[in-house]
């Protein structure tokens, strides 16, 4: 009911967001006579923030037309690898008529970054992407919208995040040979798993994993976040945050975790930092400020955008991460495609080089709980796990904006590079006895 009655205020207030456009437009507007009122600056800016607090926010688009890559300028087109029902493979290929540059771009490392399924759409990582995309061939998993998914396209699961990963990752090794591992937040456990299963099985795994400010181990610092999770029983959630698709959606009927829920939790972290922000909104429009506030808009276009996420999808996640925390205590049992149960076991990985990285002031994932993954990966040499704490960043701040470009970027493109030379380096060649010439004479009696 709460989801219905969400819709149709929702519904209700469109028309009144649309006539806010359309008055701050006017009194700003030099041709309409509105735009020459008495304190016309002041109402249009008001207008504009009832907006930007009413209007209903899309899926925002990656939008990437282009990078440099050593200064060469290099067109990117967005396509569909693979389309699953509740996510798509996006790959952002990379053009360039300049000879040296695009035999550069074919030498480079594939990378696989799964965004977290956990509110925001994929688009929230666009700076991650961007930023790769100068040294690395880039591949993202794009989650869908739970409430578009329709009810004949079954349920998802936290064993179905894992065997999509694993299909993805299959996938750029067919293209490839290999390839190496992104996971920011929520991903970095289902990436560990699937990972834990390719390698149990005796399959190749990436060459690499990078793991950014996750859930390894929750029981570590514990924040907010985590401690809702765990402090609140799997009946609660159940009860309290778990509703129907209305019919207006294709997912009709379907049971989600419902986006504007998780938008009002995520506000509620942090309110007061929000109300200033919308004020210093109006005062940049007051003042004229265009850049400061163009910012802002951008930066609430992808903050305001929530998807639903399957019922049956979170509630697995907040057992297994955030309550039995099977991952580090090594009871998670995962059924693959084949409907075969497999234990999740780190320990088997051997061939995959490990970084982890932790913001200072991740007040989402706290300190030490993405560092635990090594405590898991004892198959992996010591000389290949790595782990860095970013001074100075937030959550947000490991994966985008200055410090993200700045400071973690370079230490993930040269972990990555590592790793890719070590494996394109020409392996010794066995001679086969069949074929081995014979020993010359003087030679066989100098020994």
């Not at 396209?153 to 995040?161: N, R």
């Not at 234990?343 to 990285?357: E, G, K, W, Y």
């Amino acid at each position: 009911m709460l989801y219905q009655i969400y819709e149709t205020q929702r519904s209700l207030m469109e028309p009144f967001a649309d006539f806010a456009q359309a008055a701050a437009k006017l009194y700003t507007n030099p041709l309409s006579p509105l735009g020459h009122a008495p304190m016309a600056q002041r109402i249009s800016a008001g207008y504009d923030l009832i907006y930007r607090l009413g209007k209903d926010y899309e899926k925002p688009v990656f939008g990437i037309q282009k990078v440099a890559v050593d200064g060469v300028e290099v067109a990117i087109h967005e396509r569909i690898e693979i389309d699953k029902p509740f996510c798509e493979l996006r790959r952002f290929k990379r053009f360039s008529d300049d000879p040296a540059t695009l035999t550069k771009l074919k030498n480079q490392p594939a990378v696989l970054i799964v965004a977290p399924l956990s509110g925001h759409y994929a688009t929230l990582l666009r700076d991650t992407v961007k930023t790769m995309l100068k040294d690395h061939k880039v591949y993202i998993t794009d989650w869908k919208n739970a409430r578009l998914v329709p009810t004949s396209e079954g349920e998802f699961h936290l064993d179905d995040y894992v065997n999509y990963v694993q299909e993805f990752i299959r996938h750029l090794q067919k293209g490839y040979g290999n390839c190496h591992v992104i996971s920011v937040c929520q991903p970095t456990v289902p990436v560990l798993a699937a990972v834990s299963l390719m390698a149990s099985r005796g399959e190749t795994t990436p060459l690499s994993m990078t793991m950014m400010g996750g859930p390894i181990d929750a029981r570590k610092s514990p924040t907010a976040v985590n401690n809702l999770a765990m402090n609140k029983s799997y009946e609660w959630f159940e009860n309290n945050v778990i509703y129907r698709v209305p019919t207006s959606f294709p997912g009709a009927g379907r049971r989600v975790y419902p986006g504007f829920l998780q938008h009002t939790g995520f506000v509620a972290m942090n309110p007061d930092r929000h109300a200033t922000s919308h004020y210093d909104y109006f005062k940049d429009l007051l003042k004229g400020d265009d850049a400061s506030a163009e910012a802002h808009r951008k930066f609430y276009d992808e903050y305001n955008a929530v998807l639903d996420m399957d019922a049956d999808y979170y509630l697995d996640t907040i057992k297994t991460v955030f309550q039995d925390f099977k991952l580090v205590n090594g009871t998670w049992d995962v059924k693959g495609v084949d409907g075969k149960i497999e234990r999740v076991r780190p320990q088997d990985i051997s061939a995959t080089a490990l970084l982890t990285i932790e913001g200072e002031l991740d007040d989402i994932s706290g300190s030490g709980q993405t560092e635990a993954a090594h405590d898991l990966c004892t198959g992996i040499v010591r000389k290949e796990q790595h782990h860095v704490e970013i001074k100075g960043a937030g959550h947000y701040g490991i994966f985008s904006g200055r410090r993200w470009r700045d400071t973690t970027y370079p230490l993930v493109k040269s972990f990555i590079l590592e790793h890719h030379a070590l494996d394109e380096m020409p392996q010794p060649v066995k001679a086969r006895p069949a074929k081995a010439k014979p020993i010359p004479k003087t030679a066989a009696r100098r020994k």
